[in-house]
């Protein structure tokens, strides 16, 4: 049975809604899922289906955009500086030879601290000071500055640490009071208890036999990176996929993996940061997204162990996941499926969500059709 296409679109954005109900006829009957979208500040999509437009989903990785927007408008403000080096703000960093690291190189996953060498526990996952006091004298995986690879548990807590030695405030406390409030954004770095009813909790990949011999293709070994960067090589293993299952981690909001958030906090976080919302002034300046945009570090990543491209933090979404994209569009995707981005030459922002681990992980596929959609209505429009 199909699951009901629920919610509105604006005018001229009617092949949109098309485009979700026709991928949601192929899914499973159990799928949940939501999708929105701003155009210059104005919502112009906000569709869902087997679920409620008030559900929350863990969005994984997409959370570092939340973290990487509180980077940004600490540059903005001068209270960092990129080019300084991490140690100017957190001295016991530059143990093990990573003295001369930049914050710039820190946020291009150029730091080659993925992980330590015995794993963390889940405590450790879930508390961002715990991880950086574990990082701080962790020996590089590769020197410094001179390659990436994608810091896929711990570039959250690495951020968040320079901002806390710069700020005395947490990253969670500053995206609180300076981005989630002020824009009233469904999107949280440590829910709160009186929404934990609203949480929807992941449920995991059911790949089709053939996708999983592709998985069973590419094993990893306990001790390389990716492993590693996954926490695979801990005493108890992270299972990625449970992971906002955990309600220490939902408590808490560990900014590399930790959020929780619907689709429409998503999208409105991005809008927020490029347009604003309603009578509220953009989060940034075109210059600092400009920055932030901007290709830091591109091809081999040794992590991922496969072309990537990252700008400050963001994902350089334009050439990870969609082609049509405008340059400089700064997003982040999720290990379950979840996508969001913003792309400053349309004033497009864009949030989905899904509630079931998509195969291969990352974006989900059918964000490229329902996103190239949304695009093409936006530049028509």
């Not at 001229?12 to 098309?18: D, P, S």
């Not at 080019?83 to 690291?101: C, H």
């Not at 400009?290 to 040794?302: K, M, P, R, T």
């Amino acid at each position: 049975m199909t699951q009901e296409i629920h919610g509105t679109v604006a005018d001229g954005f009617e092949r949109v809604r098309e485009e979700f109900a026709a991928f949601v006829a192929g899914e499973r009957p159990d799928y949940e899922g939501q999708l929105c979208a701003y155009v210059h500040g104005r919502k112009a999509v906000d569709l869902w289906a087997g679920t409620d437009a008030d559900a929350l989903y863990g969005v994984f990785s997409s959370t570092k955009g939340a973290a990487y927007l509180v980077v940004a408008l600490l540059v903005q403000d001068g209270t960092l500086e990129l080019d300084r080096k991490v140690t100017y703000y957190w001295p016991e960093f530059g143990a093990e030879g990573k003295g001369n690291l930049t914050l710039r190189d820190l946020l291009a996953h150029r730091a080659g601290v993925v992980g330590t060498d015995t794993g963390f526990s889940l405590a450790e996952l879930a508390d961002d000071r715990q991880l950086a006091e574990r990082l701080a004298d962790q020996r590089p995986f590769w020197r410094p500055g001179t390659a990436f690879g994608y810091h896929a548990l711990v570039s959250g807590a690495l951020t968040g640490e320079v901002v806390r030695r710069a700020t005395g405030r947490t990253l969670q406390e500053i995206y609180q009071e300076r981005i989630r409030t002020p824009y009233g954004l469904d999107f949280h770095l440590g829910l709160p208890a009186p929404q934990e009813p609203r949480f929807r909790s992941t449920q995991p990949m059911t790949p089709t036999p053939d996708q999983q011999a592709l998985l069973d293709a590419t094993p990893t070994g306990p001790h390389t990176l990716t492993s590693i960067a996954f926490n695979h090589n801990a005493a108890e293993p992270t299972d990625l996929a449970t992971l906002p299952n955990m309600p220490l981690i939902r408590a808490k909001g560990p900014a590399s993996v930790g959020g929780v958030a619907s689709a429409r906090g998503l999208a409105g976080m991005y809008a927020a940061a490029i347009s604003g919302v309603g009578e509220q002034a953009p989060l940034l300046k075109p210059d600092t997204v400009a920055e932030f945009g901007q290709f830091h570090s591109v091809g081999y990543d040794l992590v991922a162990r496969a072309h990537k491209s990252f700008g400050l933090g963001f994902q350089t979404t334009a050439d990870t996941w969609h082609p049509f994209l405008g340059a400089g569009t700064i997003g982040h995707s999720g290990a379950s499926g979840s996508q969001s981005f913003a792309d400053p030459w349309s004033g497009l922002a864009y949030g989905y969500t899904r509630r079931r681990f998509a195969f291969p992980g990352g974006a989900a596929p059918e964000n490229n059709r329902l996103a190239q959609a949304i695009h093409s209505a936006a530049l028509a429009h």
